[in-house]
């Protein structure tokens, strides 16, 4: 078996590709590095530096005529999304299509698709939310990744090629850029123990479902494995509050300082919690 990881220098991409290796599979790597970092590159991988819209991708799929790709790479900011939608259509709706049509031209057997439970689902009816709820995104982002799961199904329907959504909650853990503007747990630990202050956009009183990094790559690898298709939350059903965060990795630090509020950012929704019951049935 031959799979192919878009984004698999990044954060989460990377650690998949860690998993797949473990597992003697041979596994080939699409990467800009615009956020990925060559230091995250497993040795053991075929890496090739291209954008996910470069129409050359199509040589990397003739020479690697991959069974199963994870999909990845993406613009990974709800922030960036509101203040340039074109730019993130651009990569997170056109490069992924770039992605999806190579899978269909070179017969790749299944698609693991990275989406988004909380920028999906927007402002939430119910808590946690399961797959069936209304989807409301209230980002360019969110509606991008929405989008690709609608063309995912498209293809299920016309071409017949499987696909797996995993829809994850906020995901946190070792290799997490925190210097960017996504990854509050990354964000509060580098700066608590550089000695700065954290900067709580808002009020503080934001809920996420905080899930582990290496729980999401079990589920993609799961996902690979299982003879499954369809949309999955990928989170914990655990609401913690961006104060009560605050709180844990302070104690955790042993920061003795305390934090500062700034504006709270548009296109983010208030609540978020995830029901992953029917990953874990399935």
Known sequence: MKILVTGGAGFIGSQIVDALIEKGIRTAIIDNLSTGK?????????????????K????????ERPDIVFHEAAQASVRLSVAD??????I?????????ENCRVYGVKKIIFASSGGAIYGEQESFPAPEPHPTRPLSPYGAAKLSIE?????YRLVFGIPYVALRYSNV?????????EAGVVAIFTSQMLRGETPTVNGDGGKTRDYVFVKDVVAANIAAMEKEVSGVFNIGTGKETS???????IKNKAGYPGDKKHGPAKTGEQYRSVLDASLAKKD
């Open 150 to 154: 609608h063309y995912l199904e498209y």
């Open 56 to 63: 050359a991708i199509k040589e990397i799929f003739e020479k």
């Open 38 to 54: 060559k230091e995250n590159i497993n040795p053991k991988a075929t890496f090739y530096q291209a954008d996910i819209r470069d």
């Open 92 to 100: 997170n709706i056109v490069g992924s299509l770039n992605i999806i």
């Open 172 to 180: 946190y853990g070792p290799r997490q850029d925190p210097f960017g």
């Open 85 to 90: 939608p074109c730019m993130d259509a651009d």
């Open 242 to 248: 961006v104060n009560g965060l605050y709180e844990i």
